[in-house]
């Protein structure tokens, strides 16, 4: 089956400081991208869509210049959090649908990003 | 827009009994996909069954079927002799078959406990 990986797993860092969150397709290409944010019990929110070698598209009401992201290659596609704030702890999880595919989306095993 | 909705937060059930889980939704297309995602405590998303809206036959995956209501917009899944490890949040979600973009819409989901 279709892997997803997401990198780190776990994240503290200072507030004020940038967070990269690394999402890689193992075993197949990955055209589409998305990026989740998850408070916990509720549910996942789409922060962002990307597409490998184009800008990301966002949902209303998150901050572009905040969630930066950047789908380099068909297998790599990076969240980065600009100056976190602790308001920003949450988990976030990635998804990859393949190329050709009609249905399947993969997701990875999130990231928990605590901000101090 | 379509939206999901999944109205009990909670449910419970006892070991090898069977337990079923209610979404409905609501759409203008006439073509889409329904699935379920299941969401232990590790927090990993599992897809658990897909339905795609043309197909008038139920979903079955083993111990795991849905009941597909097209007119009435429903969409139940039940789990059959329910284990320990079925204990995990549950989102129902859509998605339009027509674009390479179109994103999962998630239901709010509910938290299944099993009862030894």
């Known amino acids: 089956g279709a892997v997803v990986s997401q990198h780190p797993s776990r994240v503290i860092c200072k507030s004020g400081t940038s967070v990269k969150i690394e999402c890689r397709s193992l075993?197949?290409?990955?055209?589409?991208m998305f990026w989740y944010r998850q408070f916990p019990k509720q549910s996942l929110m789409l922060m962002a869509t990307?597409?490998?070698?184009?800008?990301?598209?966002?949902e209303q009401g998150v901050e572009k210049d905040k969630f930066l992201i950047n789908h380099a290659s068909l297998t790599l596609s990076t969240l980065t959090v600009t100056s976190a704030h602790p308001e920003d702890s949450s988990f976030y999880i990635c998804?990859?649908?393949?190329?050709?595919?009609?249905?399947?989306?993969?997701f990875g095993p999130g990231t928990r990003l605590t901000v101090l | 827009a379509q939206t999901v909705t999944q109205s009990q937060p909670e449910m419970s059930v006892q070991e090898a009994e069977t337990v079923t889980l209610s979404c409905t939704y609501d759409?203008?297309?006439?073509?889409?996909?329904l699935f379920w995602y299941k969401q232990p405590p590790s927090r990993q998303m599992i897809l658990v069954i897909r339905?795609?809206?043309?197909?008038?036959q139920n979903a079955t995956e083993n111990r795991f079927s849905v009941n597909f209501q097209k007119a009435a917009k429903s969409f139940s899944l039940k789990i059959s002799d329910s284990q320990l490890g079925d204990a995990a949040m549950y989102f129902c979600?859509?998605?339009?078959?027509?674009?390479?973009?179109?994103?999962?819409?998630f239901g709010k989901g509910i938290t299944l406990s099993v009862r030894p």
């Open positions: 998804s990859a649908r393949r190329a050709g595919g009609q249905f399947e989306q993969f």
């Open positions: 075993d197949f290409q990955a055209t589409t």
């Open positions: 990307s597409n490998e070698g184009s800008k990301a598209t966002y």
């Open positions: 759409t203008s297309e006439s073509d889409y996909y």
């Open positions: 339905q795609e809206a043309y197909k008038q």
């Open positions: 979600a859509y998605r339009s078959i027509t674009g390479a973009n179109s994103k999962l819409t």
